[in-house]
């Protein structure tokens, strides 16, 4: 059976028993109301360490400095081997909840959802994606349903292969990063003047680049009735760590704005860039602009939550409570869909812009494909399944 729902809440060809409540939101009209969303608390931390290891640990955890002026963010890559794309696995963010909950006593909080964070900001900013198409697969197991990206091996392909151009500007995002972080807490707030490592005699280097190593933090937080887990990456915090999300700060990399066109794009990326920070609670988001040569101009910080106030009424304007209304309606809609199925049943969630989204029950024979392996039941890894089926 296929049910259809599209990103404006209209259920097209879709039988949502007893559902008939979906609001109809435009994206040109405000919607009546939109789900609380819960300020997100932080459950635990880990780290990915060069080798790829997670480490219930801080290792991984960088600290705020400010880059140098016109900072060349071309420095180092003719050194930098990208690690290959691989798939989406859940199995990191499963390991810190599978730890947290056995702080938690034996108490078994109903929770809905399991995500990175990557998949939760797909999914909400969905109503405004008129580009790229996405698929998710999704496993409900007692209430709880796993998402996790589903790659095809043409997708995968085609993000190995990278074209050189676009390869090298997803590197300035990384090396941006590099000039911004410091793995000790440095009161000048600034790197030493001439300090490098790795790669050298560039002024405020942090380190090369190694996608690798990644601090990760998991948080609860609620949309509407939905208890929702999350896990994401954070780049680095300003000042010391508190222990919890109140001075996270994201990195990211863009032209430089020099008319209204530009402008309005990239108010359009603000609502990914929104989304992204705003489901882990963090508070900041330090933009780097640059030329098309790859040299730093300017730097700006914006606060997350006063993000959508920056774009209402202009011309790349978007409404996050557009979004929220849609990620609750969108969460309804497939625990609907497949709570009724059993609990090694993998489902394949399809996005596509401007029409919408289509579930479809994996068979024996796709579902073997997204296992690879005896190691797994469906796409969620054994150990994790035999923990909760113990
Ligand atoms: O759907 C996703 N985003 C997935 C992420 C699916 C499966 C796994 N992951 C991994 C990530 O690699 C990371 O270990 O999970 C962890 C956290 O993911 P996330 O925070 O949910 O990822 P997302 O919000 O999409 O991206 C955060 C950052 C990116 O920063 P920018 O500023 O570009 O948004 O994670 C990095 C990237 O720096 N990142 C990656 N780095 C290398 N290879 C990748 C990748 N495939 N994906 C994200
Ligand atoms: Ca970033």
Redesign the pocket.
């Known amino acids: 059976a296929e049910d259809d729902l599209s990103p404006t809440g209209k259920v097209a060809r879709a039988k949502v028993e007893g559902d008939d409540a979906l609001a109809f939101p435009s994206l040109s009209h405000p919607v009546s109301h939109s789900p609380a969303f819960q300020r997100p608390s932080q459950l635990i931390t880990f780290s990915?360490s060069p080798s790829r290891v997670l480490q219930f640990d801080d290792s991984a955890l960088r600290y705020f400095v400010n880059p140098p002026h016109g900072a060349d963010l071309n420095h180092g890559y003719k050194n930098w081997t990208r690690?290959p794309?691989?798939?989406?696995?859940?199995d990191?963010?499963l390991s810190a909840w599978s730890r947290f909950k056995t702080t938690l006593n034996g108490q078994n909080p109903e929770i809905g959802v399991i995500s990175?964070?990557?998949?939760i900001?797909?999914i909400l900013t969905a109503p405004y994606e008129e580009r790229d198409a996405w698929e998710l697969n999704v496993m409900c197991v007692d209430g709880t349903m796993y998402f996790?990206?589903h790659l095809s091996d043409a997708r995968l392909k085609e993000?190995n292969d990278m074209e050189p151009r676009h390869r090298l500007q997803?590197y300035y995002?990384?090396s941006f990063?590099s000039y911004c972080t410091s793995s000790t807490p440095n009161e000048r707030n600034q790197h030493a003047s001439g300090s490098s490592s790795g790669s050298s005699g560039a002024v405020g280097w942090g380190g090369d680049v190694d996608?690798n190593v990644?601090w990760?933090s998991v948080v609860k937080t609620k949309l509407g009735d939905t208890r929702i887990i999350i896990?994401?990456?954070v780049?680095c915090v300003r000042g010391g760590y508190t222990g919890n999300t109140d001075n996270f700060v994201?990195?990211?990399t863009s032209l430089s704005i020099r008319g209204a066109q530009d402008e309005a794009r990239f108010e359009k990326k603000l609502l990914k860039f929104y989304f992204?920070s705003f489901l882990?609670g963090v508070p900041e988001i330090f933009v780097g602009f640059r030329k098309p040569s790859g040299h730093l101009t300017t730097t700006q910080v914006f606060q997350t939550v006063q993000i959508p106030r920056l774009v209402r009424g202009k011309p790349g304007a978007w409404d996050p409570n557009i979004c929220l209304a849609w990620g609750d309606q969108f969460i309804t809609f497939l625990t609907n869909t497949v709570r009724g199925g059993s609990r090694d049943n993998v489902w394949r969630i399809k996005f596509t812009p401007k029409i919408g989204v289509s579930v479809v029950l994996l068979d024996d024979v796709n579902v073997r494909d997204v296992e690879g392996g005896e190691r797994r039941v469906g796409f969620l890894p054994r150990w994790y399944w035999e923990e909760i089926n113990g």
Request: charged fraction near 45%.
């Open positions: 990915y690690r794309e691989e798939r989406g696995r859940i990191g963010l990175w964070r990557g998949v900001t797909k996790e990206e993000k997803s995002g990384y990063e996608t990644q990760c896990g994401g990456e780049d994201e990195l990211k992204q882990l």
